[in-house]
C-alpha cells in the first residue's frame, strides 16, 4: 500500500516562495514517477510537474521557470521548490505516484496524497 505525505504549504503574497515536501513509503514498481498536481477550486486537476526515477523531468509550461521538482532519492522523497508565486498558483496541491514512464497526465496516478494548500495574494 503507496502513502504519501505531502507537507509545505502555507499562504504568501505574490513573488513569494514555498517549498513542497512529498514522502512516500510502499512504492514497489522497479521504476516509477512521481509528481505533482493541484487543483484550484471549480477547476480540474492539473499536472505540475513529474519526475522519473531515472531522472527525466516534465513540467508544465504554465509554471517552467518558476515551479521546480527534485527528488531524494535516498529518501524516497520529493520537492516542489515554488518561486516567484503568482495568485493562479492558488490550490490543493496533490503528491502522485505511477509506474513509469512519467506524464503529466492524473489518469495515469493511482496513488495520492492528501494533499496540502498553497494560497497565494495579490
Known amino acids: 500500500q503507496v502513502q504519501l505525505v505531502e507537507s509545505g504549504g502555507g499562504s504568501v503574497q505574490a513573488g513569494g516562495s514555498l517549498r513542497l515536501s512529498c514522502a512516500a513509503s510502499?512504492?514497489?514498481?522497479?521504476?516509477?514517477?512521481m509528481g505533482w498536481f493541484r487543483q484550484a477550486p471549480g477547476k480540474e486537476r492539473e499536472g505540475v510537474a513529474v519526475?522519473?526515477?531515472?531522472?527525466?523531468?516534465v513540467t508544465a509550461a504554465s509554471v517552467k521557470g518558476r515551479l521546480t521538482i527534485s527528488q531524494d532519492n535516498g529518501k524516497n522523497t520529493i520537492y516542489l521548490q515554488m518561486n516567484n508565486l503568482k495568485p493562479e498558483d492558488t490550490a490543493m496541491y496533490y503528491c502522485?505516484?505511477?509506474?513509469?514512464?512519467?506524464?503529466?497526465?492524473?489518469?495515469?496516478?493511482?496513488?495520492w496524497g492528501q494533499g496540502t494548500q498553497v494560497t497565494v495574494s495579490s
Open positions: 519526475k522519473d526515477t531515472r531522472g527525466g523531468i
Open positions: 502522485a505516484v505511477a509506474p513509469a514512464p512519467c506524464r503529466l497526465d492524473a489518469n495515469e496516478f493511482k496513488s
Open positions: 510502499g512504492v514497489t514498481y522497479m521504476r516509477y514517477c
